[in-house]
């Protein structure tokens, strides 16, 4: 850091400066990003654009190229960064980065895991909500997607974060040789096979510390939910997934846009509990009957009662007392609906 300014200030505010990356954006709306140098140049198949133009200018002013096309300048968030940067790994989405840095509860000055690291995306969130108190320490199998990530992270800021260390390893083994033991106050996971890392997390953790994990499928979350659960030492594991509709305003034409990025991936969030402490077994609702196996077979359309079971589809059994009522209820509804009919 230099000065008194805190970490990647000086990249975001005042005038534009050889060395910053900026968003163009067209009359339709298309975005490019490019870097600002002295006497740089941007070509297109509609134009060149000096860069001239922009130094030393403030954010928001539209510029014209050399065949009259005008952009939009603006510095890129850091929703657009991410999506712009150079990609080893696939980045997270900001809509679940927002999500892990509030679930996770990072807050500025904590000591805060990560694994993988990948392009660095998360790694950007993390380090800003850690703010230059913190620290992140960050560990990744492959050398190369290191480096993506410290280049991208650095770019970021404009100067490497006081508070970050990328270590080459495996994060089921590394942190144990790393972290200080409990001594860690948040873990982040983005990784193929976190359930891998569970004994290393259990022994940095810090008790009251949260864990949330980043997987893209089912299969992944099932596994990692029913291990946390075996393992001991963690609080119910709880997981959600966000999606993000983005709208169309035109006039009155206000509506949901027809396209949207349907699946990224879940968040799975556990905390540690005190050593030698046994999670609380949560009370299940009482099953009050069983449904007939020749039932599940009609609703299922199979023989295979093993697997389509509610047992194991988790389905919710409804009471005789619920089923009654909601029955009474439509009743009246076909009373309701009858007398209408009548009276005309
Ligand atoms: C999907 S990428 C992470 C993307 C990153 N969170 C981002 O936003 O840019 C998954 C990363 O985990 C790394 N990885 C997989 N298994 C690992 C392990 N056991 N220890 C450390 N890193 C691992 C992979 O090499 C890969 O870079």
Request: contains cysteine; negative net charge.
């Amino acid at each position: 850091m230099t000065g008194a300014s805190p970490i990647g200030q000086r990249m975001r505010t005042g005038l534009l400066k050889a060395g910053q990356r900026v968003q163009l954006t067209d009359y339709k709306g298309r975005k490019s990003t490019i870097t600002l140098s002295d006497g740089g140049e941007w070509h297109t198949h509609r134009g060149v654009l000096h860069h001239d133009k922009l130094i030393s200018q403030p954010e928001g002013i539209v510029v014209e190229n050399s065949a009259g096309f005008r952009y939009q300048v603006l510095r890129p968030l850091l929703n657009d960064y991410v999506l712009s940067m150079p990609r080893g790994a696939t980045v997270v989405y900001p809509k679940d980065s927002a999500q892990i840095v509030q679930v996770a509860d990072i807050f500025p000055g904590a000591h805060v895991l990560e694994a993988g690291v990948g392009s660095g995306a998360l790694s950007i969130s993390l380090l800003r909500a850690v703010g230059d108190s913190g620290t992140l320490n960050s560990y990744e199998l492959r050398e190369e997607f290191a480096d993506i990530a410290r280049s991208n992270v650095e770019a970021f800021f404009g100067e490497p974060h006081p508070g970050w260390t990328i270590r080459i390893g495996d994060a089921a083994q590394r942190p144990l040789e790393i972290e200080e033991p409990g001594g860690v106050d948040r873990v982040v996971l983005d990784m193929l096979t976190p359930w891998n890392c569970l004994d290393a997390v259990r022994t940095v953790l810090a008790p009251g510390g949260v864990w949330v994990s980043y997987v893209a499928t089912v299969t992944q979350l099932s596994r990692l939910a029913e291990e946390i659960k075996q393992s001991g030492g963690f609080t119910e594991p709880e997981a959600h997934e966000t999606m993000l509709r983005t709208w169309h305003l035109d006039g009155l034409a206000v509506r949901p846009d027809h396209r949207m990025v349907a699946h990224t991936g879940f968040l799975l969030s556990t905390r540690r509990l005190a050593d030698d402490q046994l999670p609380l077994e949560l009370k299940k609702r009482e099953k009050v009957s069983e449904p007939a196996t020749e039932d599940t077979q009609a609703w299922a359309g199979t023989n295979d009662d093993e697997i389509w079971d509610q047992e194991t589809l988790k389905t919710r059994v409804v009471s005789r007392k619920k089923a009654r009522k909601a029955a009474a209820n439509s009743l009246k509804h076909v009373e309701a609906a009858k007398e209408i009919v009548h009276d005309e």
